[in-house]
């Protein structure tokens, strides 16, 4: 991998052979976990403008109109999250000479609060091919990465890292971008929200859904059109402000006579005896959605470099190999511009691991055959430095073939931003997805990502118990492994169901090697017997920390919220205590002062009488509460009733939906800024 400066540029043909599609992934880390950034791209004709505002895209516009440019959204790191975004370089109209990458914050938040950021290119076998990292970024709020640009019919790769202080809409002006203001909008959307009896879902509804149809409507709509000059219609243009999340519809009442109908499926469920049966049904059923979805498609297969073209999907195909042939659970295909893009794909459910002499064939067949890829799916979760299996690369063939692994966790969770908050094409693409996801949710299909521990789990807790765990014992480095695949299925669960982002925050300092980050979180599994995880959820005023305690058998889940800056100390303590009306009574709330140190404490149940009793004795500033609910931690290894699996599920599940959703995000933002850094 090249290491660039700012202002050095290179050509991505001397540096890979597979440059027809590239990856590129903008990270950054902050000392608190909590900050972040948007992504941006700007496609750019010979005189540095956009051609049209199609060509402008980000989080309102991810994909650009004929599929070559895509926003890919976050994904965990070993030390943070990465931004990823998907070039399929062949398809680019070859109007455009220059692609502008860059990233913007909001809320008075700059990139000089951030800290390691860096910008990485990788090529269609995800072989890294450049690194940039920017010392110091300065006082801005949005900023250039890179770009790539076309020399000679060749495409160059130029670090940049060039600041605008006048943010995401003063950036995409200079590039000839037409924006909206966004100030007018958020003023009004301010004053709607002041309007008494007046709630925000309400107000969304009475945008989107027309009035009726009366004589007298169609007069005023006559009048108003005489009254307005003549002229054409100006198209939308973009807005950098962001698109409200479009709630799900309430489901129709069923035609049915009993509860004991049930409705017919598309995918049915009951013939399913084993586990191979399961295997096919749910690679055909998989494979069939995504080519006739093309959103869907394209969002499980971006991120493998597939290009944006017609895809087609097979199953049970034969290839030779050696003396008898290979039977790969299934094949991917798209073509664009004449050529194609393609990938094997072997498939486990029902918790069954992958082989690693399958995958070692179908890799070889890969090569041999000039395939892209090689796609595994199981329930499992695959980490940084930790791959699920293991194969050997021979160096010798120019032709590199990429080894990716899919979650039936992160297909469940493209599927639930689809359907239920970003919307697909048509209503039946919408409706294959709904079936496809109730397929996947059904307690038969054997889909249900990670739901096992592993069998160090209870050696572990033994020896925790017994105090016979002995730091540098591999079986706890085991279990480090395991929660943190859990916690990264915690969060695909949740922000499908939430349609927002939710991220694991990564304190790690950036540049750790992850297995020697996991053998640190190992070695303090063995001292302290407690595993600790973060989470940040989009919209949410903190940080949801999970931890749980295997010598007390017991789950916490907390959030930690500054108190507001304006007002006496008992109002702050009163508006806290309204604001979790409906929270549970065993909810635990703790005053956190100044220089750390501890303040009163007590249950919602004994303080909603006394709200005084959270002010501390000896006057000292209140800077925040930390919230708190505990529960008793399943045994099993497993998801089952009584399994720690389930339980943790069931935890973060009961803590959002009592406590995180009760909280005034407005209020925490007022407080010091953190709303943006949930962000």
């Not at 295909?333 to 498939?347: C, M, P, Q, S």
Request: with cysteine.
């Amino acid at each position: 991998m090249q290491k660039m400066v700012k202002g050095a540029n290179v050509g991505l043909a001397a540096l890979s052979d597979d440059v027809g599609s590239v990856m590129m992934s903008l990270g950054w880390s902050s000392p608190t976990g909590e900050g972040d950034a948007d992504v941006s791209v700007l496609l750019l004709d010979g005189n540095g403008k956009v051609r049209s505002d199609a060509d402008f895209c980000f989080y309102n516009n991810p994909i650009t109109g004929n599929g070559s440019v895509q926003l890919l959204g976050k994904t965990p790191t070993a030390d943070g999250n990465e931004d990823r975004i998907s070039f399929d370089l062949d398809a680019v109209p070859p109007e455009v000479e220059q692609i502008v990458v860059a990233a913007s914050r909001y809320g008075g938040s700059c990139f000089g609060d951030l800290n390691d950021l860096h910008l990485t290119l990788a090529d269609s076998s995800g072989d890294s091919l450049v690194q940039f990292s920017i010392e110091d970024a300065g006082a801005v709020s949005a900023f250039i990465f890179g770009e790539l640009y076309r020399r000679a019919g060749e495409w160059k790769f130029r670090a940049v890292g060039q600041g605008y202080a006048s943010g995401l809409p003063g950036l995409a002006t200079d590039f000839g971008v037409d924006i909206d203001d966004d100030a007018e909008e958020e003023t009004r959307e301010e004053a709607i929200e002041e309007e008494p009896g007046q709630g925000r879902r309400e107000v969304v509804q009475e945008a989107v859904v027309p009035s009726p149809r009366t004589p007298e409507a169609d007069d005023a709509v006559r009048a108003d059109a005489e009254a307005t000059p003549s002229g054409p219609k100006r198209p939308p243009r973009p807005r950098t402000a962001r698109k409200k999340v479009t709630l799900p519809k309430t489901a129709k009442k069923s035609l049915a006579e009993n509860d004991s109908w049930r409705t017919a499926r598309l995918f049915p469920l009951s013939v399913l005896k084993s586990d191979r049966e399961r295997e096919t049904r749910a690679t055909s059923v998989l494979l069939s959605v995504m080519a006739q979805v093309p959103e869907f498609g394209r969002r499980l297969t971006a991120g493998f470099g597939a290009p944006a073209g017609r895809m087609e999907t097979f199953t049970e195909v034969s290839l030779p190999h050696g003396d008898s042939p290979r039977r790969p659970d299934g094949v991917i295909r798209v073509e664009r511009a004449g050529k194609l893009w393609t990938a094997l794909v072997e498939t486990k459910t029902n918790g069954n691991a992958l082989k690693p002499d399958q995958v070692q064939a179908y890799m070889d067949i890969a090569a041999r055959r000039g395939y892209e890829a090689v796609i595994t799916l199981s329930n499992d979760v695959a980490l940084e430095g930790s791959p699920l299996v293991d194969v050997r690369i021979d160096g010798r063939r120019k032709h590199k073939v990429a080894l990716w692994h899919l979650s039936w966790a992160e297909v469940a969770h493209q599927a639930q931003m689809l359907i239920r908050h970003e919307g697909v094409g048509n209503a039946a693409h919408a409706w294959l997805l709904h079936e496809l996801l109730h397929y996947l949710q059904h307690e038969h299909s054997g889909c249900h990502g990670f739901q096992n521990m592993g069998s160090a789990w209870v050696p572990v807790r033994k020896g925790i118990d017994d105090e016979t765990l002995c730091q540098g014992d591999p079986r706890a480095t085991e279990v480090i492994e395991s929660w943190e695949r859990l916690v990264r299925q915690v969060c695909l669960r949740l922000g499908g169901e939430l349609g927002q982002k939710v991220l694991p925050v990564q304190r790690a300092k950036r540049g750790a090697d992850p297995r020697v980050r996991r053998a640190d979180l190992a070695d303090r599994l063995c001292s302290q017997g407690r595993l600790d995880a973060e989470l940040r959820i989009e919209g949410t005023p903190g940080i949801l920390a999970i931890a749980a305690d295997l010598r007390t058998g017991k789950l916490r889940t907390s959030i930690e919220v500054a108190a507001p800056e304006q007002g006496y100390p008992l109002s702050r303590a009163k508006r806290l205590i309204r604001q979790l009306a409906s929270a549970p009574a065993d909810l635990h709330i703790e005053t956190l002062v100044e220089a750390d140190g501890a303040g009163p404490r007590g249950t919602l149940e004994r303080l909603r009488p006394e709200p005084a009793d959270l002010l501390p004795k000896d006057g000292a500033e209140i800077v925040g509460f930390r919230l708190s609910l505990f529960k008793g931690m399943g045994n099993g290894r497993g998801s089952a009733e009584s399994g720690f699996i389930r339980s943790v599920d069931e935890a973060v599940d009961r803590f959002h939906a009592l406590v995180v959703a009760q909280l005034d995000v407005r209020g925490a933002r007022r407080a010091g800024g953190e709303g943006e850094a949930a962000r």
